[in-house]
């Protein structure tokens, strides 16, 4: 089964795809360059060409690999308590948002009308910073007067979560097709 973004267990998926992909790419480059060898005696050939041109796409997977290496998943504990207190609520998980300065991991999000509230598990993630990213691409994309909270602290994150789960269970959900929009957004903008 295809894990997709947004989904819990992305990040280890597609750990797993990268690294197979780079083994892979670089066990058929090394095949290629050791034939035109064996065949020219020579390393000087139009396969070492074909291999030295395959190094890139191998070097693509692995760089991938290396940049997603030092991220987890959510805990599994975690995103059954999430989807039981909240199961109104629009959310993602395991993300890894990029911007121009940095690489932040985001364990879940939770969106609700005006209200985008994340959980980051690592303590290097700057919750400011990434708060400050997420509110002006939304502002970018015309998503103004947006609420934009990152969370370090699970248990408050999950207090907030359940408070929007309870505001949404009052409200009417005309705003589902927004949100949807919104969890698009975050998503683009994560690895």
Not at 19 to 34: C, D, P, R, S, T
Not at 109 to 115: A, F, T, Y
Not at 116 to 122: D, F, I
């Amino acid at each position: 089964m295809r894990t997709e973004k947004g989904q819990p267990g992305y990040v280890k998926a597609r750990k797993q795809k990268y690294l197979l992909g780079a083994v892979v790419e670089f066990a058929i480059v090394i095949a290629i360059f050791v034939t035109g060898y064996i065949q020219t005696g020579s390393r000087l050939n139009l396969l070492t060409v074909v291999a030295v041109v395959g190094c890139l796409p191998a070097a693509k997977m692995l760089v991938e690999f290396i940049t997603m290496a030092p991220y987890k998943s959510i805990e599994e504990a975690k995103y059954q308590e999430l989807e039981e207190k909240a199961p109104l609520i629009l959310k993602a998980y395991d993300m890894i948002i990029t911007s121009s300065q940095k690489v932040m991991p985001l364990d879940a999000v939770v969106v609700s009308g005006h209200i985008v509230c994340g959980y980051a598990s690592n303590p290097k993630t700057d919750e400011a910073a990434l708060a400050r990213h997420i509110k002006d691409i939304l502002k970018d994309n015309h998503y103004d007067k947006m609420t934009v909270k990152i969370f370090h602290d699970y248990t408050a994150f999950l207090s907030r979560a359940e408070g929007m789960n309870n505001m949404a269970a009052v409200e009417q959900k005309e705003s589902l097709r927004r949100e949807k929009k919104i969890r698009k957004i975050i998503l683009n903008i994560s690895m």
